[in-house]
Structure formats: C-alpha cells, structure tokens
Nanobody, 120 residues
Framework: QVQLVESGGGLVQAGGSLTLSCAAS????????GAWYRQAPGKQRELVAN???????NYQDSVKGRFTISRDNAKNTVYLQMSRLNSEDTAVYYC??????????????WGQGTQVTVSS
C-alpha cells in the first residue's frame, strides 16, 4: 500500500522560513509529477507548485521567488522550501503525487496535510 507522508509544518514568524517534505512509501513503479497544494480557512484548495520527474517546476504567482520545490528521486521525496513567509501563507499544505504502479496505471495520491501558521 502506497502512502504519502508529510512533515515539516509548524508555527513561524513572518519573514521566516520552513521546509516541507513529502515521502512516498510502499511498492510502486515510479513517482511522477509531485505537487504542493494549500487550503486556507474558508478558501478553496489551490496549487502552490509542482515539479515533474525531470525537475521542471511551476509556481503560483504569489510564491514565485519565495518558495522552491525540489525532489530527490532516489528517496521518492518532494520538498517545498518556503522563505519570506507572510500571513497569507497560513494554510494546511497538502502533498499530491502521481504514483504509477507496476502496470503503469496512475494513481493521484494525497498526503494527510500539514499545518503552516505564520504569525505577524
């Protein structure tokens, strides 16, 4: 059974930094595109950034220049380095991954979510 395990959330002061991690465990063939989404109270879940298996990254405009998404394919892990955090970044952050099984069927999987709170 494949699982995505997130870590790294917490409370940080405005202007500070945090790094989130998302590791895929279990039996699967490959870890395709990885992404981070976030959902603030009363708002819809939104895409923050994604990264392909080859390392091509895309970002939401509001985080460009402040957040960096990366991956370690050997560890089946995707990271989100967040800097210059502000109160608008407060949200539950969710990892999303395209996981391919041995028959190359794709499953879009979600992590459990990790809370990021930025205090002003």
């Amino acid at each position: 059974q494949v699982q995505l395990v997130e870590s790294g959330g917490g409370l940080v002061q405005a202007g500070g930094s945090l790094t989130l991690s998302c590791a895929a465990s279990g039996q699967f063939f490959s870890f395709g595109t990885g992404a981070w989404y976030r959902q603030a109270p009363g708002k819809q879940r939104e895409l923050v950034a994604n990264i392909t298996i080859l390392g091509t990254a895309n970002y939401q405009d509001s985080v460009k220049g402040r957040f960096t998404i990366s991956r370690d394919n050997a560890k089946n892990t995707v990271y989100l380095q967040m800097s210059r955090l502000n109160s608008e970044d407060t949200a539950v952050y969710y990892c999303n991954a395209q996981i391919y099984d041995q028959r190359y069927r794709r499953n879009d999987m979600w992590g459990q979510g990790t809370q990021v709170t930025v205090s002003s």
